[in-house]
Structure formats: C-alpha cells, structure tokens
C-alpha cells in the first residue's frame, strides 16, 4: 500500500463545500479555481489544489512519517460532516461547533504562508547573530583556534581569511532552514493559543439565498480583519477584530468578541463583501463553485467571471508544489 504524499494544508472535505460534484462520487469534486498571481481561472480536481508535497510529513525515529498526516484526516473527516450539519440544519452550537471552531483554527495555524514567514524570521536572526558574533578579527580569530584544536577536519575553512569570511556572511550566498519539525512544533503550539480566542468570540451563521449568490474560498481562508479606523493592526486575541470563515458556498461564520451570536439571511451585498475580503487575504488561489459570484471593489458590484483578468485583485505568490497530479 503507497503512503500518502499529497497533503492538504485546506482540507478535501471542507473543498466539497464549494465543489460541484455527483453526491455518490465525492473524489470527482472539482472546483473552479481562479489563480490571482497569473492571472487565469480553470476547473480542476479538489485532490490537487490547497495540497503540498509531503507537508504534514514528520522525522523521527520511532514513529510513522505520516502519523500527523493521518491524525488530521481523521479529525478533517469529522469536521466535514460537522459542517454538513451546520449547512443543514442552521444552526452553530455544540458539539459541531466544537469541532469546526477547531477546523478554524488548524487552517489559521496550518499553512504555507506562516510557515514561510517563520523560516523567513529564523533566517533573518540567525543571520545577525552570525553577523554579531564575528564583527571583529579577534572574535574570528578566537573560533579558528578553537576549530583547529576541536575539529582538525575543518582547518582549511578555520584558514579562510577575516575579510573573506566576512564577505560571504554578509552576502546572500547561504540562507539558514529551518527543519520542518520544528515548524510543525510551533503550529501545534500556537494552534492552542488560537483555538482559546475562537471560543471566546460571538458567532454570527450567515445563510446566502440562491438570489444573494454563493460565498467563495481560497487558500487561506480564515480572514482575520481590524474593525478599528484608527489602528487597523490584526491578530486573533485583539478586540474589535472580525474573523470571517467560508462554511460553504452558502454559509459563512463571522466572529467578534463584540455584539451578539445568531444566525442570518446574508442579502446580495454582504455575500459579495465576504467574497471581497476573501479574495484580498488569499495568499494566490480562490475557490468557487462557478464564476457566478460576486464581489465589492470601490463600492461597485463586480462580476466573478472576471476575477481572474482584474489587475486590483494580482496577488503575491508563494513558492509551493501543488502536490501530486
């Protein structure tokens, strides 16, 4: 049996909510998918978007490589059908709520983007301490006596002149990594943290009509955004913040530690600001069941046919590998 290399960082089963598909035949899902960085929209399978070869993959002796990878496909089973029943029935409480609010925060947590703002730090630092700790001759000269005393294996590189090696440490010629496991380490111990500050926030379900037209998804898709003019600054335990979520084509959750919780007839206009948002905090790709959306720019009704072609709406992209074909 072939181990799973394909991992999804934005869940199959959650995908299937914005998917066309024959309900006997879930793994035909597809999306179409409209890529920001280039500029085109195509229809393509849920199994090769929002996935990444070997990304969930652990190292460590003793222990399955893809342990984590199973574990989430287990609880990403439970949350799909969890939002099923939210989609259903209409409404957002017990035990569904316990297990989507825990989807949220794996999705915020979970992701190429942080990852890659993590490693981006870790290089950074470790840079300037490399940097700082040979500003001076003596300081170099120091750490060859000691190479030479300690490791005798690496006397040509302890004879590599002061200014030469000062040279390479400030050009851009090397870059420090940061292992996987320990970007995996720090998303599970910052998923905690997120998670607390979900429960704590009032959730309001919003319902979109057929006539309001359907909510969109994307890459990343918990949008996380200030409610404050004056300081527009975010993050998950700040008040007079607003979290929005895509449930599916049709619901979306919107959270704020202010105000009340219940549940909502979402009107055109706000399924095309839930739309706007998610576009602009998509790190490359949205989701959509067709281009019949719609979203807000400059208080006008746009179109989503033409996303892909709207040169407000070009993204950064981020260096990843699509998973398996």
């Known amino acids: 049996m072939s181990e799973t290399r394909n991992h999804h960082y934005v869940p199959q089963g959650y995908l299937r909510g914005f998917a066309v598909y024959p309900p006997a035949y879930p793994k035909k899902a597809k999306l179409l998918t409209i890529d920001l960085t280039q500029g085109r929209s195509f229809t393509v399978s849920v199994r090769n978007i929002a996935a990444i070869r070997d990304f969930n993959r652990i190292d460590a002796e003793g222990h399955d490589p893809n342990a984590l ?43 190429p983007r942080l990852r890659k703002n993590w490693s981006d730090f870790t290089n950074r630092l470790y840079r300037i301490v490399l940097e700082t700790s040979f500003a001076t001759e003596d300081r170099y000269n120091k750490l060859r006596k000691r190479m030479e ?132 905090r998509a790190t490359a790709r949205v989701y959509a069941y067709n281009d019949s959306f719609r979203y807000v720019k400059r208080d006008q009704m746009c179109a989503g046919k033409d996303l892909h072609c709207d040169p407000d709406c070009r993204l950064r992209s981020i260096d990843e590998d699509e998973g398996e074909k």
């Open 149 to 280: 005393a300690e490791m005798p294996h690496a006397k040509p590189l302890a004879q590599l002149p002061y200014e030469g090696f000062r040279e390479f440490i400030k050009s851009d010629r090397y870059e420090f990594e940061t292992h996987q496991n320990t970007l995996i380490r720090l998303e599970l111990d910052v998923f905690e943290s997120v998670l607390k500050t979900l429960f704590a926030r009032k959730w309001v379900l919003q319902i979109a009509n057929d006539q309001a037209g359907d909510f969109v998804t994307s890459d990343h898709p918990v949008v996380l955004t200030s409610l404050r003019q004056s300081d527009p600054g975010v993050g998950h335990g700040l008040k007079e913040t607003m979290l929005l979520f895509p449930l599916t084509r049709k619901c979306a959750l919107m959270g704020t530690f202010e105000g009340d919780e219940g549940v909502i007839q979402a009107p055109t206009t706000l399924v095309a600001l839930a739309n706007s948002a998610v576009i602009a």
């Open 69 to 111: 990878e199973n574990a989430y496909a287990g609880f990403e089973s439970m949350a799909a059908s969890a939002i099923k029943r939210v989609a259903k029935s209409g409404a957002f409480e017990g035990d569904d709520k316990i297990l989507v609010l825990n989807l949220i925060a794996l999705m915020a947590t979970r992701n």
